[in-house]
Structure formats: structure tokens, C-alpha cells
């Protein structure tokens, strides 16, 4: 039999899926003007940027860009509280909704497991400048948290003017704010699992924690597995927004990260090219370690991306 | 059949959903794209109304009462007067430098920008020009028939508004108060403040140097408890931060006059002996121990709840408003202000900045995508004539203010509504005299009668009652050096800020002071001292 062109395959798969490829259209649309289009002015990465010429008049500047980064004095200390803060963030954040998701599986009465979700979804939707402001409110010296360390008889400070203590407010109130929404998928996934493994389980005699150790968890691997690849490819990606409410020069030390470097050098010192190629280095690192977990992940599990 | 209809209806309600999301991201970029391109169309006879487009910030008295200089009398009357419709575009407060370097950025430029092209423009203003931002106005000078007569009146207003080339590139504010050699001290407008009261109840002088202020703090805190805060500053830059005292020391935070030569505050033989000051201030709770983290609003409510004991600060949007608000809410409270206090050498100076400048850096420049050249020197040339300067100071004659024997006064409306809520709150809405920096010469008689809170017009002869030579000619370096500057200047803050605030807070050793100068000689320094007294050869020369 002859194989059908691809234009011709192509046009049967339209007309068979039209509804599918409908929706998928504001998402191409968002990748391509979003992700794709802005590529195209990474080259100013290897030019001497001025905007008055635009990106094809500045002049070549080769790797100049790239070498004053490695060069640079912060250079060492940004890459390791970027790798520091997606460290433990994955460590301790990525686990965080699983817990959530299987422990609300166990719950049954039915109300309760509703009131829960709700409450730890709604910190989700709230704007990150208003969970900022409150992370500011509640480590403040007279803050909520300082009221609790002060009654235990702990000395109070202010949290966020304490490098040693930068980092983990930061984890845990971004654990606080995304385990509700995160666990949506895992529970999602768990109503997928078969109920008569869960009764065959019962009849050889399983309990509830073997169940969930034997049944629930082999039955949402896959999604943990894609969740978790997802994350490694973001590791790079330490959301700046948050961190530039939060910091001041006195924590710098453990705060400043290279998404924050990028965002003073381009937006407030004007060195648009050398912005871009910190940025550019960034997302270098990223794409290696997202095809690196994926590689990893097919080698040593059934489960891959693609 | 229930449950898959529900799914359809889910499917819908989320590809809308999904829509919506990526068109209202599509809207944003699209609206603010028409109000830059708008102004293309419109013709540029006479007589015709010419449209213009003009970025700037709004300042923050204005925005307490209009949305836009659209709504400012002073404004509106020009468009008038000049037949010209201007649409401004205003970035959100407090986000004016991302936005204008994005605007910048983008290239989609409206015909006008006031900004501190000084200081504000990575580069300095002959960046500006060489990056094909702004244009060199000085062959368009003799279309400013108003501001060349003043440029020819006073020599040294012309010498402080150009580069060392030469470079005309703004219509400049500029301050009249120092085209007089005798006016000078009414510019004064930073300075200390303590609480009086609290003082002449412990019967405390007003102190006059580092170690009287230094035994008031202990008297305060020893007298008003623990909870209370001797000094309360905001962060580190003068003049609310901890940078404000070093002028006690005889340097400046940044660069400064050393003698004839330009210095920078790590490198003065003092910089080790105020940190040490500071250090023993904050390790004995004299310094607000959240210092590093105040904001403008925590900082204004620590001392208009009469919980601090001194602070430095500016006059009108400091010393005038806390007094106010103390009013209501301490009322026995005395805010006094004192002079700067003398150091270990017995001479006190200030740490304000640019304090005998004409041109202070922010101006209206013309960018290189204006759509009407004529109209933009025309409508900006005007805020230099006599009519123009009254318009922009004083607002609307007979309105908001009258001319009695050559003498200007605001109107009772004025006076009235200043007398409840406070000059600058009122004058927002008319005009600029006083409230803000703008492409005109601000009047020297503002000062007696905008200044109209009880004591604020003295505040300048006491906080002028220093020396000021400290302080740095505004000088500019040339495009090259300016990159430089800047590339060296802004790690060497960067470090610099965040030892200084951790030596102080305790958590390094004084001893790394002296690792600190070493690292910022690794960091460049003596090149940027050689960039900086280069430029001010040459600013001498001019």
C-alpha cells in the first residue's frame, strides 16, 4: 500500500481532531509569541546593545558578555543560592503536595476533605504581592511568628534581615502557598487507581499504610515521575518576583540568585546584553538538566516526557 | 449521559478560560503601543492643534489629588495658550526606572521624556545622545528664543546644563534660588530633626556634635525605655538612611570633594572610625534595629507615633508632614530641627547633595522620534518665559495666585485649603512651584511663600548653617567612561551596602573594614577616581 503524503495525513488528522487542534490554538499561539518570538532577541547577548540602533546595528561583541559573568565577583555566590534555593525547594517542596494528596485520599469523611482542599488551594490565588506583604507582616519583629518564638521565650528579630533565615521563610512560605493547588494532580491521578486492587489488597490482608505503599503510590509514580522532571528542568528558575519583594542588601548573601542579578543589571542598571546573557546562560543550564532527567528517567524507569 | 455533558461544558468553560487569559496579555501590550503611535498622524501646520506625546513621572504630591499632569490647571492652560494637546504617558509610581529603561529599551519613544538624564541614564546624557535617544538641542537653540536669553543672562546656568563636549541635551530645571550667590542657602532643604521636648525634659541641649548627640541618644534610651528608638533611619542612603551622618566625618557616602580632588566615602581616612560610631550606636540599640528594612511608611510611623527620638531627613516631605500628623497624634511633641552636627575634626557639613546646582539633572529632552520638532521646542521653550515661569510656579493668575507691587501671593483659596491639608497637597492640582522639579525655573520667592508651615521657612538658614564643600560640581563623564563608571560603580555599591549594613548590624567584624577598601581597589576604584577627577578637569575648563 502507498503511504499518504504528509500533507494528505495531515489533513485527515485536522479533519478527524478538529476540536483538539481548536483548543490547542491558544496555546501554540502563547508559546510562539511568548517563547519563541522573544529568542530572537538573545542575540543581543553576544552584541553591544544600544537600543537607539536596534539589535542588528549594535556591534559584535563575541562571548564579551559571557566572560564578564564568569568573571564576575557574584558570579559564585548567585549560582550557589540558585542552586541552593531549587535544591531545597524541590527537596522540600516537591514531596509536600504528595504527603497532602494521600493523606486527603485517606480522610473519609467527605466535608472535611472538602474544607481542607479549599483552604490550601486558596493561598494559590493569591497575588504574590499581597503573600509578600504578609510574609513581611508575620517575620516582622512584631510579627505573628515572632509573637509565637517570644512566648516560648525566644528573642525576636526581624526574619528577613537574618541571611540564615532568608532561605527557609522563603521555602516555607512557598510550600504553604502551592501545596494545595500541587496536590490537585496527585489526587487527580489517584482516582484513576483501580478499587479492586485496593480490595484485593484488603483480602491478602493489607492494612492502610501497606495499601498506600503497595497500591496508591505505584499507581501516581508515572505523574510523580513527569511532575518530577518538570521541576528539574524549572531548577534554574527560582522565582524572582518573590525574591525581589522579599530581599534587601543585608541578606543579599543568601538572597541574591541569578534570575534577581539579571533583573538589577537589565532593568535598573540598563545593561540590557549583559542581562541577556546571564539570562541566556541560565536557561543553557535548564535545558541540559531537563533532557539530562528525561534521558536518566527512561534509562532506569518506564516512565519519559517523550 | 450526565456526567459526559458536564465534561463538555468543563472542556468549554476551560478553552475560554484559557482564551481569555492570552488575550487580556494581548490588550495590555496593544493599548499602551496606540498611545505612543497615536500622535502620528496629526499634522503639523500652524494653527492647527498639534498633538504631542510626553513621558514623565507623576510626582508623588500631584498624585495625591490628579491621575495625570492632564488634570494639573498650570498644564491645561498651557496646552491652551500654545494650541498643543499633549497625551502623557506615566509609568506607576514607584516603578518609574524599570519603565522608563523599558521604554527606553523598546524604542517606542514619545516626543518628549523629562527625566534626571544626570544621573538617571546609565551613561549620562552623552549616551543618551550617542545611543540615538535624545536629541543634541543645540542648533534647535535658537528656536528657544526664552531659554537662550537666560542661558545668555547667566553664564553658569549654561555651563551646568551642557556635557564637557558641549552637548545641549535637555530643557533643564533649574533652580533660581542659585543663580544668586546670596539665595543659595534657601535650597537647604535636608537636615536633622530631634524631639525638643523630650530633650528639655531631660534638660538636654540641642546638641551640636557626633558625642553630644551620641550622650542624647543614651539619655533617651536610658529615660524612655527599651522600646524606644534614639535614631530612627531608613536603610542606608542619605538622606533618611545611616549614610546621612558620614557627613559628620567629612566625606560623602559616594564621591565627594577631598580638598580639589574627587574622593570616595570607603576610601576617606574616616570611613573606619564612622563605622565604628555606627557600630557601637546599633550593638547598644541606639539605631532602629530594623533600620535595613524600612520602608517610607514604617519609617514616617515610627516617628509620628512618637516613638523615635531623631531622625535626618528632608523638609517638605519629612519635617512638614511628620509635624503635621504629630499634631493629632502626639500632641505635647516638639519635632525641632538642629543643625548638622559637627564631627571629630569640630566642622560640621551636610550630606546633601547638589546643593548650590542650578541644574539639579532631570529636564525634558526631545527624543529622536519626535513627530514635531517646532512644536516640541515651542511648547517647551515657553515654560522659560516670564509668563511661562509664573504659569508653572504659581498656576492661574488670579485663580491661584495675584501680583501685588511685583510681589507674588497666593490666592485665600490657597492659603485657606494649605492652612487644613498642607501647601504641597494643594498645589498639586494647580502647578509645580514647589511641589516637584520641572522643566522651568523654579521662582526663589516659592520659598517664602510656599514655606508656610510655622518654623519651616527658617529650617534652611539652620540646616545651611554647615559647610558644603563636599559637594561634587555636576559634572559628566564622556560616553566611553560613563560605561565604565558604571559597570564599576554598581558592583562596588552593591558590595559596599551590604558590608557596611552587616558590619553595623553585627553580624561581620569592624575588622573587615579594612578588607573592604582592599576590595573595592580590586574592584576598580582608582579607575573610577581617575574617570570622575578627568571629569572634573574638564568641568573646570568649561
Known amino acids: 500500500m502507498k503511504k499518504d503524503s504528509f500533507i494528505n495525513r495531515l489533513g485527515k488528522d485536522l479533519k478527524k481532531f478538529k476540536y483538539v487542534y481548536i483548543m490547542a490554538i491558544p496555546m501554540v499561539v502563547y508559546y510562539v509569541l511568548f517563547s ?47 542552586v541552593l534555593i531549587s535544591f531545597k525547594n524541590l527537596l522540600f517542596g516537591f514531596p509536600a503536595p504528595i504527603i497532602l494528596a494521600l493523606l486527603i485520599n485517606e480522610v473519609r469523611n467527605n466535608a472535611f476533605k472538602k474544607t481542607v482542599q479549599t483552604i490550601s488551594y486558596l493561598p494559590h490565588f493569591v497575588s504574590i504581592m499581597v503573600i509578600c506583604g504578609l510574609i513581611i507582616d508575620f517575620t516582622a519583629r512584631d510579627g505573628a511568628i515572632n509573637d509565637v518564638i517570644a512566648f516560648f521565650g525566644g528573642s525576636r528579630q526581624t526574619m528577613l534581615l537574618n541571611p540564615k533565615l532568608f532561605q527557609p521563610v522563603y521555602i516555607i512560605s512557598g510550600i504553604w502557598q502551592e501545596i494545595g493547588w500541587g496536590s490537585i494532580i496527585y489526587l487527580g491521578a489517584l482516582t484513576a487507581i483501580d478499587p479492586q486492587l485496593y480490595e484485593a489488597a484488603s483480602i491478602d490482608g493489607a ?63 540598563m545593561n540590557y546584553s549583559y542581562s541577556t546573557a546571564i539570562g541566556l546562560f541560565n536557561s543553557i543550564i535548564n535545558f541540559i538538566l531537563v533532557i539530562g532527567s528525561n534521558t536518566i528517567s527512561r534509562k532506569w524507569g518506564e516512565t519519559s516526557l517523550w | 449521559m450526565k456526567g459526559k455533558s458536564f465534561k463538555s461544558v468543563l472542556c468549554v468553560v476551560l478553552a475560554v478560560l484559557l482564551v481569555a487569559s492570552t488575550l487580556t496579555g494581548c490588550t495590555g501590550g496593544s493599548s499602551s503601543n496606540n498611545s505612543g503611535s497615536g500622535s502620528n498622524s496629526n499634522g503639523s501646520a500652524s494653527g492647527e492643534k498639534v498633538s504631542l506625546t510626553f513621558w514623565s513621572d507623576l510626582n508623588a504630591k500631584t498624585a495625591n489629588t490628579c491621575t495625570s499632569y492632564e488634570d494639573v490647571a ?3 492652560k498651557l496646552e491652551e495658550i500654545l494650541n498643543i494637546d ?49 536629541l543634541k538641542l543645540n542648533d534647535s537653540l535658537d528656536k528657544a528664543p526664552n531659554l537662550k536669553a537666560l542661558f545668555d543672562e547667566y553664564p553658569d546656568f549654561y555651563k551646568q546644563s551642557v556635557t564637557d563636549a558641549g ?14 550667590e546670596e539665595n543659595k542657602i534657601l535650597n537647604c532643604f535636608q537636615g536633622p530633626a530631634y524631639r525638643k521636648d523630650l530633650a528639655d525634659a531631660l534638660n538636654i541641649a540641642e546638641p551640636r556634635t ?33 549614610f546621612a551622618i558620614c557627613a559628620a566625618y567629612g566625606f560623602l557616602s559616594d564621591f565627594y570633594m577631598e580638598g580639589d580632588t574627587v574622593s570616595y566615602g570607603v576610601l576617606s581616612p574616616n570611613f ?101 520638532l517646532d512644536a516640541c521646542l515651542r511648547y517647551l521653550d515657553y515654560g522659560y518665559s516670564k509668563e511661562g515661569i509664573y504659569l508653572l510656579n504659581y498656576g492661574i493668575e488670579g485663580d491661584t495666585y495675584e501680583v501685588v507691587d511685583g510681589k507674588v501671593n497666593f490666592t485665600a483659596k490657597i492659603n485657606d485649603a494649605a492652612a487644613e491639608k498642607g501647601m504641597d497637597f494643594v498645589m498639586g492640582q494647580y502647578a509645580f512651584g514647589g511641589i516637584s522639579s520641572w522643566a522651568t525655573l523654579q521662582a526663589v520667592d516659592l520659598v517664602s511663600i510656599t514655606r508656610t508651615y510655622p518654623g519651616q521657612a527658617e529650617t534652611v538658614y539652620t540646616w545651611g548653617d554647615c559647610s558644603h564643600d563636599l559637594i561634587l560640581p555636576p559634572i559628566s563623564p564622556t560616553v566611553d567612561e560613563a560605561t565604565k563608571l558604571a559597570n564599576i560603580m554598581n558592583q562596588i555599591k552593591t558590595y559596599r ?32 577616581l581617575e574617570i570622575e577627577n578627568a571629569a572634573l578637569d574638564r568641568y573646570n575648563k568649561r
Open chain 1, 207 to 269: 492494612g492502610r499504610f501497606r495499601k498506600m505503599a503497595h497500591v496508591t503510590l505505584p499507581g501516581i509514580m508515572p505523574t510523580i515521575i513527569i511532575m518530577l522532571i518538570l521541576r528539574i528542568g524549572s531548577i534554574m528558575n527560582v522565582g524572582h518576583e518573590k525574591i525581589i519583594l522579599l530581599y534587601n542588601a543585608t541578606v543579599y548573601e543568601t538572597a541574591d540568585v541569578i534570575s534577581t542579578y539579571a533583573y538589577r543589571k537589565g532593568l535598573l542598571e
Open chain 2, 74 to 76: 498650570a498644564m491645561k
Open chain 2, 86 to 134: 499633549i497625551t502623557w504617558q506615566h509609568p506607576p509610581v514607584g516603578e518609574e526606572k524599570e519603565q522608563f529603561n523599558l521604554t527606553v529599551a523598546s524604542m517606542k519613544l514619545p516626543d518628549m521624556m523629562y527625566y534626571d538624564w544626570l544621573n538617571g541614564y546609565a551613561g549620562g546624557p552623552e549616551k543618551a545622545v550617542a545611543d540615538k535617544v535624545i
Open chain 2, 497 to 528: 551596602d551590604e558590608t557596611v549594613a552587616k558590619i553595623v548590624m553585627g553580624q561581620l567584624p569592624i575588622s573587615e573594614c579594612d578588607t573592604m577598601v582592599a576590595k573595592i581597589k580590586e574592584m576598580g576604584i582608582d579607575e573610577a
Open chain 1, 36 to 82: 519563541y518570538m522573544p529568542m530572537y532577541g538573545a542575540i543581543i547577548a553576544f552584541k553591544h546593545f544600544s537600543p537607539g540602533l536596534g539589535i542588528w546595528k549594535s556591534e559584535w561583541a563575541g562571548t564579551f558578555y559571557f566572560k564578564m559573568f564568569f568573571q564576575d565577583v557574584y558570579f559564585s555566590r548567585i549560582l550557589r543560592n540558585t
Open chain 2, 210 to 242: 557626633i558625642d553630644e548627640l551620641y550622650a542624647m541618644f543614651n539619655a533617651f534610651k536610658a529615660e524612655y525605655g527599651d522600646d524606644f528608638i534614639p535614631y530612627c533611619a531608613r536603610a542606608l542612603d542619605a538622606p533618611n538612611g545611616i
Open chain 2, 167 to 180: 552637548t545641549l541635551y535637555m530643557f533643564p530645571f533649574a533652580r533660581e534660588i542659585c543663580l544668586a
Open chain 2, 272 to 372: 573606619k572610625a564612622y563605622l565604628e560610631t555606627m557600630v557601637k550606636w546599633y550593638s547598644e540599640g541606639l539605631i532602629d534595629p530594623d533600620f535595613m528594612a524600612n520602608d517610607g511608611d514604617s519609617f514616617k510611623a515610627k516617628i509620628t507615633n512618637g516613638d523615635a527620638g531623631f531622625y535626618i531627613g528632608s523638609q517638605g516631605g519629612n519635617w512638614v508632614t511628620f509635624c503635621k500628623v504629630l499634631e493629632t497624634t502626639v500632641p505635647e511633641a516638639n519635632l525641632a530641627y538642629m543643625h548638622w552636627p559637627a564631627g571629630p575634626d569640630g566642622k560640621a557639613y551636610s550630606s546633601q547633595t547638589a546643593v548650590d546646582h542650578i541644574v539639579g539633572g532631570s529636564g525634558a529632552a526631545i527624543t529622536t522620534q519626535n513627530t514635531n
